[in-house]
């Protein structure tokens, strides 16, 4: 692959990593197979003692994974990727991977829940503990650093208000006191987003969201330099094995040749939506980064090549109001899924934010009248139409 350094996104994601068979297929086989068969004992010796690289077993190796691995790593610019079961195995695949008892994370309030989840339950008890603070508020991420801190965890744009993270700032704080920065980039994607670019030290992804962008698997990446992610992340996986099918990395492969087009696809309804929604006299407020009114607009455009396709805001009249306009739609889906090519609708302060309690949606701006949509590919006059029923 000689001339892959020389090419642009859309053409690695259709090109990188592939190496064909003796069969010449086109299109990037599946090997479903859980092991590989040597030449000779002396080569099975070699490849166990690491001497001689090649496949040996599916938890550690296999090549329709590894495609995957490659051509995603391409496009976020890093060195190295290693594919997961799913986006909250790639989470913990990091944090197993490159903490120890006693390290200390500080992480953005505004991330997905699972991941908290995972934090305050699943890892404290091995005694790393995590700081939350506000994504857009630098002081606070400053002050909340210890000598112990080991890593930074951030999503941006936060789900489901779209805050900005300030991607360079966050890195040069994370540089100076020796903590590693590492950003969820679910939301944006590399079509949109390349935060290793930007100085952070791990890209994390869903792929159910979408890479996949069709809805159909479960699945996630770590992608970072060969220490972190090929040693550190990679040793984990392969020990513990929540390691990525390869029926599964298959259908992400796919995915991801189509994710250019895909993601400006996206925007263009997401924004062709906002400005809808912002002229509607019963919608209070719109939260998406590519209208001129969100407070991050300006570091949304120097940091992000695209806004992304989610968007929410707040109808007048409160939870009754946001209950009618979701009961209203024949065509979003009501479910908290998003990145698919059908859009969906959610309640966040009745499902996904349900469990806090209400002055914590008060100070996580999770209203009660706030609707998220995850804007899909269909005709966006069809969108607007279905959403209107229930706000006219
Ligand atoms: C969905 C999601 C996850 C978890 O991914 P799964 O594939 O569902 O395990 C993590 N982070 C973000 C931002 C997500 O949207």
Redesign the pocket.
């Known amino acids: 692959m000689a001339d892959q350094d020389d090419w642009a996104l859309e053409t690695l994601a259709i090109r990188a990593g592939q190496v064909r068979t003796a069969e010449m297929e086109h299109s990037e086989p599946i090997f479903p197979t859980s092991s590989y068969v040597f030449e000779t004992a002396a080569q099975a010796a070699a490849r166990f003692r690491g001497d001689e690289p090649g496949n040996i077993y599916s938890r550690f190796t296999n090549p329709t994974t590894r495609t995957f691995e490659q051509r995603l790593a391409a496009l976020e610019g890093g060195e190295c990727c290693v594919a997961t079961s799913?986006?909250?195995?790639a989470?913990l695949s990091t944090c197993m991977g490159l903490l120890k008892s006693g390290d200390h994370i500080v992480s953005s309030r505004a991330?997905?829940g699972?991941?908290v989840i995972l934090f305050n339950k699943y890892l404290k008890p091995f005694d790393v503990e995590v700081t939350y603070v506000p994504l857009t508020d630098l002081a606070a991420w400053e002050q909340a650093i210890r000598p112990e801190t080991r890593m930074l965890f951030l999503?941006t744009p936060s789900?489901p208000l779209t805050e900005i993270a300030d991607i360079p700032a966050l890195a040069r704080l994370a540089k100076d006191r020796g903590c590693l920065l590492v950003v969820?980039n679910?939301?944006c994607t590399p079509a949109l987003q390349l935060p290793l670019k930007l100085g952070a030290d791990i890209v994390?992804h869903?792929?159910?969201?979408y890479i996949d962008g069709q809805g159909r698997c479960?699945?996630?990446a770590v992608v970072g330099n060969r220490e972190l992610v090929g040693e550190g992340v990679y040793g984990f996986l392969r020990t513990a094995g929540p390691t990525l099918s390869p029926f599964n990395a298959w259908v992400f492969l796919k995915g991801l040749e189509t994710l250019s087009l895909r993601m400006k696809a996206h925007c263009d309804n997401a924004l062709r939506l906002a400005q809808w929604l912002e002229s509607h006299p019963n919608i209070e407020r719109v939260h998406y980064p590519g209208l001129e009114s969100h407070r991050q607009h300006a570091l949304a455009r120097a940091q992000q090549s695209g806004y992304g396709g989610i968007v929410a805001f707040e109808v007048r009249g409160g939870q009754e109001a946001a209950w009618k306009v979701v009961d209203s739609t024949r065509l979003l889906s009501i479910t908290a899924n998003?990145?698919d090519t059908k859009s969906t609708i959610t309640h966040p302060a009745t499902t996904t934010h349900g469990r806090l309690s209400d002055e914590e949606k008060a100070e996580a701006g999770i209203a009660p009248g706030l609707l998220r949509v995850s804007v899909g590919l269909e005709n966006i006059d069809d969108l607007i139409a279905d959403l209107q029923r229930g706000l006219d």
């Open positions: 799913s986006g909250m195995s989470i991330i997905f699972s991941t999503e789900n969820d679910a939301f994390i869903s792929a159910t969201k479960v699945g996630g998003l990145g």
